[in-house]
């Protein structure tokens, strides 16, 4: 979700068109706003994964006037990668973004049991993450943590 928040100095505008640009590359309105609501802010519900760039328009006696348009990064699962997966239990490695320098990984069991921890703090994009640690055959969960974000992805372990 993205949170966007505005302060309007011009009392005499009419309305607000909150606008993000498509997978068309064209702007669509998110949500039409009639200034006698004290609204300054929007909850993007569903944003686009990578990168969304929004931008205003206020309507002012039939004529319109845009904002600059800014811009808000999404990360999405589609950011990080285990492999290999199906596994054999003895390594995992997981990829991120070369930007991303510090994360952490948890590994859960089909119960929910937390199995290992793991805290990357490296400029590397590639880590196995079973060192010293194999898993017996089943289903497990990778939970990885970056910041506020967190994407949990599924593992299947085969002998």
């Known amino acids: 979700q993205i949170i966007l928040s505005w302060e ?3 009392i005499n505008i ?28 929007f909850l993007d519900e569903e944003p686009l994964g990578g990168y969304n760039y929004y931008r205003l328009t206020s309507i002012k006696d039939n004529e319109t006037e845009r904002t600059e348009i800014v811009s808000v990064y999404m990360e999405t699962d589609a950011d990080v990668t285990f492999y290999p997966n199906p596994n054999n239990g003895t390594a995992l490695f997981i990829e991120t973004p070369a930007t991303d320098r510090s994360f952490t990984v ?12 793991t805290l990357k703090n ?3 994009a590639s880590t196995n993450l079973l060192r010293q640690k194999t898993l017996e055959p089943g289903i497990y969960y990778i939970n990885v943590q970056k ?13």
């Not at 948890?106 to 921890?117: P, V």
């Open 8 to 10: 309007i100095e011009d």
């Open 14 to 41: 009419n309305e607000i068109l909150i606008e993000r640009l498509d997978q068309d590359h064209r702007f669509s309105t998110l949500k039409r706003i009639t200034l006698t609501h004290s609204e300054k802010t």
């Open 106 to 117: 948890l590994i859960y069991d089909k119960l929910g049991a937390k199995l290992k921890r």
């Open 122 to 124: 490296e400029d590397i």
């Open 147 to 159: 910041g506020a974000n967190s994407f949990t992805k599924r593992l299947v372990v085969k002998r």
